[in-house]
């Protein structure tokens, strides 16, 4: 049964005018308190009461925490940047086009007018739905504290559900996407075609020469506990022919690596299949052959 939705509980409301000053709330109260970016997760769980909170810190009204630029080879985005920024970013379209498919297909655009990517990435849904282009485009994650600074590997920021790397103090202040020859993409299945949680989702990289993978990375989400790289399949291609029949040899390998549920949405062995279905798609879309 789902949780009942009530008013929100009372909490104490804190808008920092800076990060140094978030650091030190954040510090001070720890545990007691929750960070708001766009709140499209955290103010539902609340009303739920699946989250507690004492003290609120809204990051909103700290400078700098949004934007995204091209500094050498890296693309940057800043944490706080708007879901539907991201979307319509020429430089996104351009240096990582698997996350501007990937948002295009998320909720709807009063929701990608708030959410923001770190707050995507910091709820740790298996099923988020930036998760997986983000791991084939090889993309970093920025975290900020009162002890300074950390930079991890997306795919070493997931520990479980709702669980990541962070630290209570920390911040997630940037997505570093190194610019990269190749081509990506992203696809999902869901219940309906729009606003909707993904069954499985699918992202790819490839760089090709000569008729070969010279370079390929794939991910899932909505099919293990945590967003996933296909690290078999990715092995199966490296340095081969970019044909049909190799790619349906490694698209069966993602068989092995999933382990899905069964919910609501779909049941495991449907969720299994379709985790080859798609990557055999998303592989022939980035190899040239979709």
Known sequence: MEAEVRPLPK???????????????????????????????????????AITA??????????????IEIRGDRLHIRGLTRLAEIKESPLVKEKAPALAQAIGLMASPPIRNRATIAGNLCTASPAADTAP???VLDALVKMESIRGERIVPLSEFFLGPEKTVMRPD????????????????????????????AVVSAAAFARTRKGKFEEVRVALGA????????????????????????IVQAAERV???????????????????????????ILEQVGGRG
């Open 54 to 67: 004492e003290i609120i810190i809204d990051l909103n009204r700290i400078p700098g925490l949004a934007g």
């Open 133 to 135: 282009p983000l791991l």
């Open 11 to 49: 909490v104490e409301y804190m808008a920092p005018s800076s990060l140094k000053e978030a650091f030190h709330l954040l510090k001070e109260y720890q545990s007691e308190a929750r960070l708001l970016a766009g709140g499209t997760d955290l103010i539902p769980k609340m009303k739920k009461r």
């Open 170 to 197: 920390e911040i997630l202040t940037e997505v570093i996407i190194p610019v990269q020859e190749g081509k990506s993409a992203f696809m999902k299945l869901g219940r309906r075609k729009a606003f909707t949680l």
């Open 255 to 281: 068989r092995e690596e999933v382990s899905p549920i069964t919910d609501v949405r779909a049941s495991a062995e449907y969720r299994k299949d379709m985790s080859y279905v798609l990557t055999k798609r």
């Open 223 to 246: 099919v293990a506990p945590i967003p996933m790289r296909g690290r078999k399949v990715e092995e199966a291609l490296k340095g081969s022919e970019v044909n049909e029949q190799k």
